[in-house]
């Protein structure tokens, strides 16, 4: 009688090796965020409800000096959400920086003796928006000379490129005044435009997925920090959360059905109804970004 159990059992250790590792494989966060929890600033990745939070790089920062303290901060998706922008003074100033989501193949984007930081992906991918010492600039998303993004004194910070590519909202300060309010301005850096007159310092403009509003911290009411929205006409104030402490960064889902923020060192969401959720567990975890949706 012929045996032919034995010759099926190399087939099989294949099949189980093959499970177990593709069972190990981590899961694509839906949301990236800021962390100090291993002692440098770093990225971290969560998922939308909680839960699976983990560092995104196993290299680490020295956070005793300031290179090494600043490690990873201000992450942006690129838009197909294989790779991540993100400012960092690994290298003496801050630099723009891109990566995988593994934290594999970093590489350098922009070069100057200046500061540079909040980078905000054009929709196509080819391009990166930052901000340099209160001035907006675009450089290639694969490195190259940058430029700046519109002209005038006074003081611009915190782009975001909005979907549909054609505006880049930001927060701006007049010279020898502290209010901040959000603008927008094409994306090829002309005709810019006031979209919030609060008076107070708002800042942080993140879009809906439709790209009719722009939801942005700000302490316009009762001192401290929360979130709002507003159309980009500059109508429809709505506030989306309501706090005793400091709420900041917005970062509008991209079913739009959620804001994501930072409040008492951790990330919560708030949906359309206000209803707040915690989401990690971490003590000084800030700067949000969700994966956005893939393309068909």
């Not at 159990?5 to 839906?30: E, I, K, M």
């Not at 998706?77 to 891109?98: C, Q």
């Not at 889902?253 to 707040?276: E, L, Q």
């Amino acid at each position: 009688m012929v045996r032919c159990v034995p010759r099926l059992l190399p087939l099989l250790l294949v099949l189980l090796v093959t499970s177990a590792c593709g069972s190990s494989a981590p899961p694509t966060p839906d949301l990236v965020f800021v962390s100090t929890r291993d002692g440098d600033y770093a990225l971290f990745g969560v998922a939308a409800g909680g839960g699976d939070e983990r560092r995104l790089t196993k290299e680490k920062g020295n956070p005793e000096t300031p290179s090494g303290l600043f490690f990873e901060v201000a992450p942006a998706w690129s838009p197909d959400g294989k790779r991540l922008a993100f400012a960092s003074r690994r290298d003496g100033p801050s630099h723009i920086f891109v990566m995988r989501l593994d934290g594999e193949d970093v590489r350098r984007v922009t070069s100057s003796p200046r500061e540079d930081d909040y980078p905000t992906w054009s929709p196509d991918g080819r391009r990166i928006a930052f901000g340099r010492e209160g001035a907006l600039f675009v450089a290639p998303a694969a490195g190259g000379p940058a430029r700046r993004l519109g002209q005038g004194f006074g003081s611009a910070d915190d782009p975001a490129w909005s979907p549909d590519g054609k505006l880049v909202a930001y927060d701006y300060r007049r010279p020898g005044f502290s209010i901040h309010e959000i603008w927008v301005m094409g994306a090829n850096g002309r005709n810019p435009r006031q979209v919030t007159r609060l008076g107070a310092v708002s800042g942080r403009p993140s879009w809906s997925p439709d790209w009719r509003r722009l939801a942005f911290h700000s302490n316009a009411r009762g001192g401290h920090y929360e979130i709002y929205s507003i159309g980009v006409d500059g109508t429809g104030l709505r506030r989306e959360t309501r706090s005793a402490i400091d709420t900041i960064e917005p970062a509008w889902s991209p079913d739009g059905k959620k804001i994501a923020f930072s409040r008492d060192g951790a990330i919560w969401t708030v949906d359309r109804a206000g209803h707040a959720t915690r989401i990690t567990s971490a003590e000084n975890d800030s700067s949000p970004a969700w994966r956005p949706r893939a393309r068909g």
